[in-house]
């Protein structure tokens, strides 16, 4: 199952090369995964989700109007976190390949199982 978002590199994106900045990716990636969680009605305890694991190899020039498509995926469901997959192309080519970890944490910053409603929501879209 995936979930994908098109974004068009903004002028913010970009830095004084002209090309995006790697941040960028990271911002889209996290984008397209919070129109997951909307999507399948597990939004709400989207900011008890801190990064654990973030990963990109940049593989092609992206620079500023170039229209980009992000491809998420789930890669893992583990008991207290989730991995996701992503690329990031352009024109049909992939720029950038990625990976990030998400843990669900408690009030207390300390990981926890994921809950019953999103451990179903994720698993059921794996397909």
Do not use: C
């Amino acid at each position: 199952m995936q979930q994908t978002e098109t974004f068009r590199v903004q002028w913010v994106d970009t830095d004084a090369s002209g090309r995006i900045h790697y941040t960028a990716a990271f911002r889209w990636a996290e984008a397209t995964e919070a129109a997951l969680f909307r999507r399948l009605g597990v939004l709400g305890d989207y900011g008890s989700y801190p990064r654990r694991h973030v990963e990109a190899q940049f593989m092609r020039m992206l620079v500023f109007g170039d229209e980009v498509e992000v491809e998420l995926e789930v890669e893992r469901v583990g008991t207290t976190s989730i991995t996701f997959r992503w690329l990031i192309s352009s024109s049909a080519k992939v720029a950038v390949e990625g990976t990030h970890t998400i843990v669900f944490v408690n009030r207390d910053a300390r990981p926890e199982p994921l809950g019953a409603e999103i451990r179903a929501a994720l698993t059921a879209t794996r397909s």
